[in-house]
């Protein structure tokens, strides 16, 4: 069956701008996240969704930074007034239940002029 | 804060030999540990995983090594392979608030030589 993707898989914006990443999980999972890869560093938590709960945001390095999932599927990453710090891989992951596998989409890399 | 410590940063290692990748966490209350591939533009993938109530675990070429006095795991890969050529990470959970919050190792670059 389809994996995780995202959208786009590229983005390159200019320093101030606003963008959206989307993520579509696997069908049927409940459990949502979305982390931050940067150049030599490893995975960095951003957020996490389960269901209609409250999300986890406790990884969201700035206010700039916030997400939302639309009927416990789709999910948006939105970073407004982007800095060039904000460059990095965005991943997206998905599991069946908390605590499962995560299944990782191709990720969305940024890239800040 | 970097809660869980990953060596070497890169590996090349020949066709057939052993590669090892090693990491030491520091937050005991972690108990899932989880090791994850890596190919260029792909998300990370979900290769092998322990718990700290066993030593080692091995499927296939893959083995973890568990330590947990010392708070150290490692990944064997035994006969390498060309196809093994990936980015590696470690990484290590707990449960928080229904689910596991991975934290991850900054990455082992992996290269087998033919």
């Known amino acids: 069956g389809a994996g995780v993707s995202q959208s786009p898989s590229n983005k390159v914006t200019e320093k101030g701008k606003d963008v959206e990443l989307r993520c579509d999980p696997i069908?049927?999972?409940?459990?949502l996240y979305w982390y931050r890869q940067s150049l030599g560093q490893g995975l960095e938590f951003l957020i996490y969704?389960?269901?209609?709960?409250?999300?986890?945001k406790s990884g969201l390095p700035s206010d700039r930074f916030s997400a939302e999932r639309t009927g416990g599927s789709v999910s948006t990453l939105t970073i407004q007034r982007t800095q060039q710090e904000d460059s990095a891989v965005y991943l997206c992951a998905s599991s069946l239940q908390p605590a499962r596998e995560e299944f990782f989409g191709p990720g969305t890399r940024l890239t800040v002029l | 804060q970097q809660q869980v410590k990953q060596s070497p940063q890169s590996l090349i290692v020949q066709k057939g030999g052993i590669s090892i990748i090693n990491c030491a966490y520091e937050n005991t209350a972690f108990d899932y540990f989880p090791w994850y591939q890596q190919f260029p533009g792909k998300g990370p993938a979900l290769l092998i995983a322990?718990?700290?109530?066993?030593s080692e675990k091995k499927e296939g070429r893959f083995t973890i090594s568990f330590n947990k006095s010392a708070k150290q795991f490692s990944l064997h890969i035994m006969d390498s392979q060309p196809g093994d050529s990936a980015t590696y990470f470690c990484a290590a959970s707990r449960r928080i608030s229904g689910f596991q919050k991975l934290v991850f190792g900054t990455g082992t670059r992996l290269l087998v030589s033919p």
């Open positions: 069908s049927g999972h409940t459990a």
């Open positions: 969704f389960q269901g209609n709960s409250a999300p986890d």
């Open positions: 322990i718990r700290p109530d066993v």
